[in-house]
């Protein structure tokens, strides 16, 4: 899309956002904008602070849910042709816990800014970070119109949300676009997430556990791949779409781990432990990619190994701030 200036990042401290923002840097035509509720992550979770030039860049802090007011002050302002979405309350096991905080950031917040900017004069293009969660219990491979069935509530504020968009989109024409990426992995990932957390109980000698066996069949890519995707999505896709960014194919979650144990010479059976399955697990996300093939003429590109082994060499190279974080999920409201 030719003649884009401003992009602001809307969860620019999520590991999908630090790399978006990163590639969008790329490129001298964009400046770029990052928000986060949170001061910015420490350099070594986020990419873009690796280059030595980020004059393109800025950062402000606000948080969605108490500073909307002052957000929406700030984006008038600035008024960017386009938003990218990455902002959400995310993880599935916890969102049991305490559903009420996964639907004030997912849906009462996202409602508050779209409705405002659905008012907005400045606004192009609101690219929406959704997630294929949403579909719930799916056989087979799923396009970009089945029906969303979630199975947990952090699904169901998920697919709430996409609702909401979708409502002002055909009722405002709001440049809505929503992107549905697979499981997403890579360098700077939160230190809990299935392969930088098997990476790192490997190197101290812990136990992974594996739900159910590890049975599920997750497609994993890599975050560049997804990266490249979104912004293919940003820059040519068609506004009012959903797209999928996907492979072609999907692992075992045990066989994900197997494949980090062979890559760091440990043995997988004497490395790993069966406990039971989490409440509302979906079997199988394979997600139908095609549109975005061959519409934007996206495709993955980095070799599952070859991600692994960048997981590891970050992990190894930032051990010590690495062991100084929590291993665990750490809920905020």
Known sequence: MAG?????????????????????????????????????????????????????????????????????????????????????????????????HWYQT???ALA???????????????VHISSPEVYGQC?????????????????????AGDILLELYRDQFNFPLQIVRATNVYGARQQLFKLIPRSVIYLKMGRTIELHGGGQTVRSFMHVRDVSRGELAVMAKGRVGQIYH?????????????????????????SSTQVIEERRGQDR?????????????????????????DEVIDWINANWDEITSHSLEYVHRA
């Open 245 to 269: 960014l996907s492979p072609l194919k999907g692992f075992k979650v045990r066989d994900v781990v197997e494949r980090v144990c062979q890559r760091m010479g440990a043995d997988f059976e």
């Open 4 to 100: 884009i200036q401003k992009v602001i990042v809307l969860g620019s401290n999520a590991f999908c956002g630090q790399d978006f923002i990163d590639l969008l840097l790329d490129d001298p035509q964009y400046e770029v904008v990052g928000i986060s509720r949170s001061p910015e992550n420490p350099d070594f979770r986020l990419r873009y602070r690796e280059r030595g030039d980020l004059s393109q860049f800025r950062f402000k802090q606000f948080d969605l849910n108490d500073q909307m007011d002052p957000l929406l002050r700030f984006l008038d302002a600035e008024k960017p042709p386009v938003i990218v979405n990455f902002a959400a309350q995310s993880e599935v096991a916890p969102s049991w816990n305490r559903p009420q």
């Open 112 to 126: 508050a800014l779209v409705n405002h900017l659905s008012q907005s004069d400045y606004l192009e293009r609101f």
């Open 106 to 108: 997912n849906c009462v």
């Open 139 to 159: 056989t087979g491979v799923v396009s970009e119109t089945t029906p969303v069935c979630p199975t947990t509530p952090y699904a169901a504020s998920k697919a």
């Open 284 to 308: 199988t996300y394979i997600l139908d990619a095609t549109m975005a093939r061959h519409e934007l003429d996206w495709t993955d590109a980095i070799d599952f190994d070859e991600g692994i």
